[in-house]
């Protein structure tokens, strides 16, 4: 009776009108084309650098970020303000590559190890030390990589 209720009133919490965004959106602007290479400055902000009280609190972060897109557009150049678009599961598959699997290559290898390895601080390196071929293995699939992880560009 009580599960009833608490997903009677998440569904009704739900708009149906409202659907997620596929789209990872940034604008910057182009600072170096060479050829279909554009280099393009973003300003990542975190959530409370628009607040009024950012000047007083410590939290507040923004950092320039440089992203290369690869396009044929002729009509761009240096200092041209566009938008920067990518595939969300582009992004989550990133984040797949980048900490989930390390974190479970580390986590699982800590608990095979502890019944085979008697000191713990042994087991932990041997642990860490596993990423490195991971690592290596990812940047042999450096080409295979950028060409599913890439981002387009479009003109404002």
């Not at 300003?43 to 290369?68: N, P």
């Not at 002729?74 to 200092?79: D, E, I, P």
């Not at 940047?139 to 560009?153: A, G, M, V, Y």
């Amino acid at each position: 009776m009580q599960y009833q209720i608490i997903v009677t009133f998440a569904s009704k919490l739900q708009c149906p009108h409202y659907k997620m965004s596929q789209k990872i959106e940034h604008s910057g602007y182009i600072t170096r084309i060479e050829g279909t290479q554009i280099q393009v400055q973003i300003i990542q902000m975190s959530a409370c650098s628009s607040c009024h009280a950012k000047g007083a609190c410590t939290a507040a972060d923004m950092d320039e970020k440089f992203i290369d897109v690869e396009s044929d557009d002729t009509s761009l150049k240096v200092g041209d303000m566009v938008d920067i678009v990518g595939e969300s599961s582009t992004g989550l598959f990133a984040v797949l590559l980048a900490f989930v699997i390390p974190f479970v290559l580390i986590l699982t290898s800590l608990f095979v190890l502890r019944d085979f390895v008697p000191n713990e601080a042994v087991s932990g390196t041997i642990s860490l030390a596993l990423l490195i071929p991971y690592f290596i293995i990812l940047s042999l699939f450096n080409k295979k990589l950028k060409k599913k992880l890439q981002f387009k560009i479009e003109k404002k």
